[in-house]
């Protein structure tokens, strides 16, 4: 298992802390341009990611990737993550992460 | 001429080691002890009736002891003399250097009757200066407000004492032992101790009939604390003898170990007090009731007590105040009157309060009378129950202030009159979750090694949790199928000639089902236990009906049938679980019963972690 580079969870706000980085979001879709997705983070902010989103992307994508501003990802990895999900708590793991258990993570 | 020992004579001694013949002694008459010749000189042991100490008659004085006036068990006034350090032992050593003959040999070794009531002092008889001796006075000089008098050995046996030993082994039991040393094994101590708490007196019946019991905190001078619980007749005896705040000396009571379960004082043991204990009260301490300390929880923050063993402080203002209600208790049938009042705080939120008894009759109907001011209300040791989802409860040993004059009640009486009176307040509820199903897989969350390693829970009624486990194994060769009566599930039997019969119904079946009785192992990160299955349970979890599994093993080969029970295998569930403890062979066994089972709900789970997390980090918090 490559940990090289690890991926940090974000959200739109964690986000510009990793411009240039690799990061990892999971996104509710809003418009798909087949291009690039317009989505919606968990902490409610839009993002655009770029790349080549999956066809059809359920409503919850989870995107890997690096971080080319404070509101785009270029991400590599796409995977579907259905249409049920709890974006609360992926997003308060995106906080602890970043906060308290850091250390865990990266 | 006084022709008996005086009282205090050797304290006197001790206490003026080296007199000028130009100050005023005292009289001092002490009985000759032990005198014995050492080369030219005489010693013996000087004694007051209470105290002994060393003595030596000065060469001048040994005609005295060969013509015969100074006598073995006589008396002696000493008119000078000189108290010195034994420098190799802490003791102290009397040179006479004058003394006339009192009175020639007593019948006996004379020993003054000691007061017991308030005279708690070591009477160790050599060790002037002893360290360990507890006691309020400053040096060795007896309380000057105690009397003795001068009785013989024989009539210290005194029967409102019991068979109290005479004073001189007295003063091995008098001698005040910590609380901290006190043991099951070792019998002989007295403590001094301030009862720091006063329960009421509580009637029960059991199968040896009708009792009563009450029991007492007592704090020593080191601040150990132990419980003292007294039953039938010494409950009668010491009801009256113990008040909060006073100082008593107890001796003779048993020690054991206590139940952890309810424990109330730090202490691994707690003391019993039977009709031969002893308990006298110390006069010569002061009452000294310590300020009631209270260490408030805010309402909002009661959920995680709930069910647990600590006890809260809670301060809030008054909202309601019901009338009293009867009870009746079911262990007994007893009545026992309750009133139950509502409070609410600053965090805007409301909880019930149950008084009992005379809390609710007397303090209750207080509170009632002055309903319409909303008086503010302090009240400490109060037990957290999950009624309607957070309630509390008063026990004996709670205490209750109206209108307290500390800072806190002053912010509340503040924030009352200012915002709070007009707010509406909302009555705090249980956990955060909505889904019935799920609000009780989440009350009550514990881990496996809660229940397992808490041998006694569950032993009156059973008591109820919820785990979220894993499956680790279920036995391919139990028993786990029973044949069931179709209309009540009950266990059939089979029947004379053919069909079954069943017990409940009271009748003959044909058919019969299959259902599931299985014991299940389960695990956590904490550990794992037994727990019994029945079917519904059974049937979520292996994932098909008893009938079928039994078809699956009969037919479908060993193989598959074993396939079917490991695919039940870790996979996580949620569980309602009831846990008892019953007694085989004089040996606790807890059982463990699934009452409910429930897929994990990966979204509520995340939330019931992250709350787990922060109130961990909380706790922490408020620790460091």
């Not at chain 2, 005194?158 to 008098?174: E, I, K, L, W, Y």
Request: charged residues 25%; hydrophobic residues 35%; glycine residues 6%.
């Amino acid at each position: 298992m490559d940990t090289s580079n690890p991926a940090a969870f974000v959200n739109a706000e964690l986000l510009r802390m990793y411009v240039g980085r690799r990061v990892r979001a999971v996104i509710q879709v809003l418009r798909n341009d087949g291009g690039s997705i317009f989505g919606k983070s968990t902490d409610e902010q839009e993002l655009v990611v770029k790349g080549h989103p999956p066809n059809p992307p359920t409503t919850f994508v989870e995107v890997i990737g690096i971080a080319d501003s404070n509101r785009s990802i270029q991400a590599e990895i796409w995977t579907n993550f259905g249409d049920n999900f709890d974006v609360s708590s992926y997003n308060t793991i995106c906080q602890l992460a970043n906060g308290d258990f850091k250390h865990l993570f990266i | 001429m006084a022709k008996t020992v005086s009282p205090h004579a050797v304290s006197a001694i001790l206490a003026n080691p080296c007199p000028d013949s130009s100050s005023e002694l005292p009289e001092i008459i002490v009985q000759v002890l032990d005198l014995k010749a050492t080369g030219n000189k005489y010693m013996f042991m000087a004694s007051d009736g209470k105290r002994k100490v060393r003595a030596l008659l000065q060469s001048a004085l040994a005609s005295e002891v060969t013509s015969g006036n100074i006598q073995n068990l006589g008396l002696i006034r000493v008119l000078d003399y000189t108290l010195n350090d034994i420098p190799t032992k802490n003791e102290k050593f009397l040179i006479v250097s004058k003394c006339d003959a009192v009175s020639p040999a007593l019948e006996a070794e004379y020993k003054a009757e000691v007061k017991v009531e308030g005279s708690g002092i070591d009477l160790k008889p050599n060790q002037a200066m002893d360290v360990d001796v507890k006691t309020e006075s400053a040096g060795i000089v007896l309380k000057p407000n105690q009397e003795v008098m001068a009785k013989s050995a024989a009539q210290i046996v005194n029967d409102q004492h019991g068979n109290m030993a005479p004073a001189a082994r007295m003063s091995m039991t008098r001698r005040v032992h910590p609380l901290a040393s006190l043991n099951p094994y070792q019998g002989n101590w007295t403590i001094k101790v301030r009862v720091t708490g006063k329960g009421n007196m509580r009637t029960y019946r059991n199968a040896r009939g009708e009792g009563c019991v009450f029991n007492v905190e007592l704090t020593d001078e080191d601040g150990t604390q132990i419980q003292a619980t007294m039953f039938n007749d010494a409950a009668k005896k010491f009801f009256d003898k113990f008040q909060m705040g006073k100082v008593y000396f107890i001796s003779k009571g048993t020690l054991k170990l206590t139940n952890k379960q309810f424990k109330t004082v730090e202490n691994d043991y707690e003391m019993t007090l039977n009709e031969n204990s002893e308990v006298e009260e110390d006069n010569n301490e002061a009452t000294f009731l310590p300020e009631t300390k209270f260490s408030f929880t805010p309402i909002d923050e009661l959920g995680p007590y709930v069910n647990g063993r600590e006890l809260v402080d809670v301060i809030g203002v008054v909202q309601s105040v019901s009338p009293t209600m009867s009870i009746r208790r079911k262990s007994n049938n007893e009545t026992i009157p309750k009133r139950d009042i509502v409070i609410a705080d600053e965090t805007k939120k409301t909880v019930v309060v149950s008084l009992w008894n005379d809390l609710a009759m007397s303090f209750g109907q207080e509170l009632l009378d002055m309903a319409d001011k909303s008086p503010v209300v302090a009240m400490k040791s109060l037990k957290v129950g999950e009624f309607q989802g957070v309630s509390l409860s008063a026990l004996s040993k709670s205490i209750m202030v109206v209108d307290p004059d500390m800072p806190e009640a002053k912010k509340l009486r503040f924030w009352y009159d200012s915002e709070g009176k007009d707010t509406s307040l909302a009555a705090i509820g249980p956990s955060p979750s909505n889904r019935n199903g799920a609000r009780s897989m989440y009350s009550d969350r514990v881990s496996l090694s809660h229940i397992t390693s808490n041998p006694s829970l569950g032993e009156d009624k059973p008591a109820y949790f919820s785990i979220k486990a894993y499956i680790s194994a279920i036995k391919p060769d139990q028993a786990m199928l029973y044949r069931a009566c179709k209309t009540c599930s009950k266990k059939v039997t089979e029947a004379v000639g053919s069909g079954y019969w069943c017990e409940g119904c009271q009748k003959n079946e044909d058919g019969c089902s299959l259902r599931y009785i299985m014991a299940v192992k389960v695990s956590d990160a904490s550990g794992e236990a037994f727990i019994s299955v029945f079917n519904d349970q059974a049937d979520k979890m292996i994932g098909c009906m008893a009938d079928k599994l039994n078809e699956i093993k009969l037919h479908g080969g060993e193989a598959s049938y074993q396939k079917k029970l490991k695919e039940a295998t870790w996979v996580p569930h949620l569980f309602r679980v009831s846990v008892t403890t019953n007694e085989y062979n004089n040996e606790k066994r807890q059982r463990i019963t699934a009452r409910a089972v429930a897929p994990i709900d990966y979204a509520t789970e995340s939330k019931y972690l992250v709350e787990d997390m922060t109130k961990i980090k909380l706790s922490k918090n408020l620790l460091s």
